[in-house]
C-alpha cells in the first residue's frame, strides 16, 4: 500500500474495477429464441426472450472462490416442445460460459479477465477534448477519476490546488521503481509492462515525486520515438490525472512541437495547466504564445502558473494583465503580486489619468497585496508605497461605489498596523514619511461619512449579502448583528455571514450562532457548506470557554479531520471541566484509536489525562 487513503479506500476502488471487469454478458440465437446470460459481482442471470427464468444471488464477494456456478431453465418451441436450458459458468483466469440445450453444447466461450486499471472507466484526455470543442474552454473543473482521487461523497478541492498544497510523506522507491518498470515498458511496450508502470504511477500522488520524476526523465538513455510513442499511449489510455501528468512530463523530454495544440488543450484545464507548460517549453516554436494563450484562458491554480512563466512582452499584454489577470478573483492573493510586476502597476498608475477599468483591476491587485493570507503580498512588493500612493490619487476620480471604496479601507487597517510590524517595515523598504503621507490622503476619504451610511443601506435593502458591506460597516464599528441575523435567516449556510457573527466577539451573539446552528443543522450527516460554517464557529470558541459544547462535541464525531482538530485545540484552551464530560471522554478515545493524524492522537491523549 501507499499512503494514498488508506486500506479501506484502495479496497474500495479496486472492488468498482472488480465488478466492472466480471460484468460480462453472452448471447445466443437458438431456433429464433433469444438465450441471454449475465454475470455480475454477485449474481448470475439466465434470460430467455427477454424474460429472466434463473438467478443465483452470492452473499459476497469471495463467493467467485467457488469453480462454477449452474443455472437452468425451459424453454418451449414454436410446437410446444420443452428442452432444457442448462448454463455454467465459471473461472479463475477468464469466464467460462457453457449453454447447453439438454445434452447438446450449442456455446463454449471464454472471456479474459484482464483487470486492466484503465478499462471500464471514462478517459480524460477525451473528456477535456470534448468540452473545449464544444465551449473553447474548460466549463466544469470536475474530472472523470474525481470518486478514485478524492472519494465517493467526499469534498473535491479546486483543480490543482491539491498538488500544491499535499504534504505526505514520500514512498520509499516509489521513483526507482517507476523508473524501472516505465524503462521495461518502453524496451517491451507489451499491455503486461504498460500495466506494471501504469499501477504504480498511481500507486501514490505524482505531484510528491515531480520533481525528482522530472530529474530522472532527464537521465533515461532511450530511443526518442519509443519515449514519445509510450508517453502518447498512456494519454490516450489515462482514466487516472496522474497517469496524464506523468505522460506529460515525459512527452516533454522529446520533440514535441507536432503535439503543441494537444498538449494546450490539456493546459485548459487547471489540474494540468503547469505540467503542460512544461512540456511545451521544451520545444516548438512561438512558446510564449502559447503560455499567453493558457494565461487568458484558465481560471484557477493553473493562472497561477502561466503568469509565472509567461514574459508579458507588449504594452497591450502588461494591460491585459493589470485589468483581467485577477478579474474573477479566484485565487488574486496569490496572483496579485505576479500580475503587478509583470504589469508593470506602477508605471501605469503614474498616468494622470487612467480608465476605470484599469482603476479595477488595481483595486483588485491591491485587496490581493493586502490578504492576511498572502505569503507573497504588500510586504514583498518593491513599489508598495508608491503604487498606494497613486491609487488614491485616482480613487478621486474613480472612487463612486462600496466595491471602488472597499480597497481603501484595506489599505487603512494596513498603514495601522502595530507599530513593530511598522518598524519591521521601516528597516526595509519603507520610509516613514510615506507612510504620514498615505495616512493623510486615505483620511480624507474615510472620514466621509458617505460611506457608512452606503453600507448600511446596502445591508438593509440589498437582495444578495455583500461581503464588502459587511467589512465596510464593521470598519465603522456600526452595531449590524441584528441585520446579520435576518441574513442569516435567508442564507443558513452562508458561511461568511458566520464569520462576520463570530467576529463580532460578542458572548450573546456567539450563543445565539451556536444555538442557531444546533437548530438548523443536520449533524448526523453534515453537509459541505454546514461544515464550512461549523468551522468558522470552533475556529474562534478558544476564548468562550463552555459556549458550544454541544458543536465541540460534533466536530469531534466528524469524520471531518480540521473541524476534528480544531474541536480539540479549543479544548486544550479550557478547563478540564469541560474534557471529563462523558461524552467528550468517548469520543476522545475513539480518536486516540481510530485517526490516522498523528497531531489528533497527540491532542487526544493529553485531554485525557
Not at 448471447?27 to 427477454?50: A, F, P, Q, R, S
Not at 504588500?378 to 466595491?403: G, I, K, N, W
Given at each position: ?199 504504480q504511477i498511481i500507486f501514490d500522488h505524482l505531484a510528491i515525486y515531480r520533481e525528482e520524476v522530472i530529474r530522472e526523465l532527464g537521465q533515461l538513455e532511450v530511443d526518442e520515438q519509443a519515449l514519445k510513442q509510450e508517453a502518447l499511449w498512456l494519454l490516450e489510455h489515462a482514466a487516472h490525472r496522474d497517469v496524464v501528468k506523468f505522460a506529460i512530463l515525459v512527452l516533454g523530454f522529446t520533440n514535441c512541437e507536432e503535439h ?350
Open positions: 500500500m501507499g499512503f494514498r487513503d488508506g486500506f479501506e479506500y484502495d479496497m474500495q476502488n479496486l472492488k468498482k474495477d472488480m465488478e466492472k471487469e466480471v460484468h460480462k454478458t453472452w448471447t445466443v440465437d437458438y431456433k429464433g429464441h433469444c438465450i441471454e446470460v449475465v454475470n455480475k459481482m454477485k449474481e448470475e442471470y439466465l434470460i430467455i426472450d427477454g424474460v429472466t427464468v434463473a438467478v443465483n444471488k452470492r452473499k459476497s464477494i469471495f463467493s467467485h472462490l467457488l469453480p462454477y456456478v449452474s443455472l437452468s431453465g425451459i424453454l418451449t418451441l414454436e410446437n410446444g416442445k420443452r428442452q432444457k436450458v442448462s448454463v455454467k459458468i465459471g473461472g479463475y483466469i477468464s469466464l467460462n460460459c457453457i449453454i447447453k440445450i439438454d445434452n447438446e453444447t450449442i456455446m463454449n466461450e471464454s472471456q479474459r479477465l484482464e483487470f486492466l486499471p484503465w478499462e471500464h472507466k471514462d478517459k480524460i484526455i477525451p473528456f477535456i477534448q470534448k468540452q473545449v470543442q464544444e465551449h473553447n474552454r474548460i466549463v466544469d473543473g470536475h474530472l472523470p477519476d474525481d470518486d478514485y482521487f478524492f472519494g465517493t461523497n467526499k469534498p473535491r478541492l479546486d483543480p490543482g490546488l491539491f498538488d500544491l498544497i499535499i504534504k505526505e510523506p514520500k514512498t520509499p522507491f516509489f521513483v526507482s521503481k517507476l523508473m524501472k518498470l516505465f524503462k521495461e515498458q518502453l524496451e517491451n511496450p507489451t499491455v503486461k509492462a504498460r500495466k506494471a508502470t501504469y499501477e503543441q495544440e494537444l498538449l494546450y488543450t490539456i493546459g485548459l484545464h487547471d489540474e494540468f495547466t503547469s505540467y503542460a507548460i512544461f512540456a511545451i517549453r521544451s520545444g516548438g516554436k512561438r512558446v510564449n504564445d502559447q503560455i499567453w494563450k493558457l494565461v487568458q484562458s484558465v481560471q484557477g491554480v493553473g493562472k497561477m502558473t502561466a503568469i509565472e512563466l509567461v514574459e508579458a512582452k507588449t504594452p497591450e499584454m502588461k494591460y491585459w494583465l493589470l485589468t483581467k489577470g485577477c478579474e474573477n478573483r479566484k485565487f488574486h492573493d496569490f496572483i496579485a503580486l505576479r500580475c503587478a510586476t509583470k504589469g508593470e502597476l506602477d508605471v501605469a498608475l503614474y498616468e494622470k489619468s487612467i480608465s476605470k477599468e484599469l482603476y479595477t483591476g488595481a483595486a483588485i491587485m491591491i485587496e490581493g497585496l493586502l490578504d492576511d493570507s498572502n505569503p507573497d503580498g504588500m510586504d514583498h512588493y518593491p513599489y508598495a508605497s508608491a503604487v498606494l500612493s497613486r491609487f488614491l490619487y485616482h480613487a478621486q476620480t474613480h472612487c463612486e461605489t462600496l466595491e471602488d471604496f472597499y480597497p481603501i479601507i484595506k489599505i487603512s487597517e494596513f498603514l495601522n498596523e502595530d507599530e513593530e510590524i511598522w518598524e519591521e517595515r521601516f528597516n526595509e523598504q519603507w520610509k516613514q514619511h510615506e507612510r504620514k503621507a498615505l495616512q493623510e490622503a486615505v483620511e480624507v476619504y474615510i472620514t466621509n461619512p458617505k460611506w457608512s451610511k452606503l453600507a448600511l443601506a446596502a445591508l438593509q435593502e440589498s437582495e444578495e449579502i455583500d461581503f464588502r458591506s459587511i467589512e465596510i460597516a464593521r470598519f465603522y464599528q456600526l452595531d449590524i448583528t441584528s441585520l446579520l441575523f435576518e441574513w442569516l435567516k435567508k442564507e443558513p449556510t452562508n458561511s461568511m455571514l458566520f464569520l462576520a457573527i463570530m467576529d463580532t466577539r460578542e458572548l450573546q451573539s456567539i450563543k445565539d450562532l451556536c444555538a442557531f446552528a444546533q437548530s438548523h443543522f443536520s449533524f448526523s450527516s453534515l453537509s459541505i457548506e454546514e461544515e464550512k460554517c461549523l468551522e468558522c464557529i470552533i475556529l474562534d470558541l478558544h476564548d468562550f470557554e463552555g459556549v458550544g459544547v454541544p458543536l465541540v462535541q460534533v466536530a469531534l464525531e466528524s469524520a471531518n479531520e480540521d473541524l476534528r482538530l480544531h474541536a480539540l485545540s479549543v479544548l486544550t484552551a479550557w478547563s478540564s471541566t469541560f474534557r471529563h464530560q462523558p461524552e467528550i471522554q468517548q469520543n476522545l478515545k475513539m480518536i486516540t484509536t481510530t485517526t490516522k493524524e498523528k497531531e489528533e492522537r497527540k491532542l487526544a491523549k493529553q485531554l485525557l489525562k
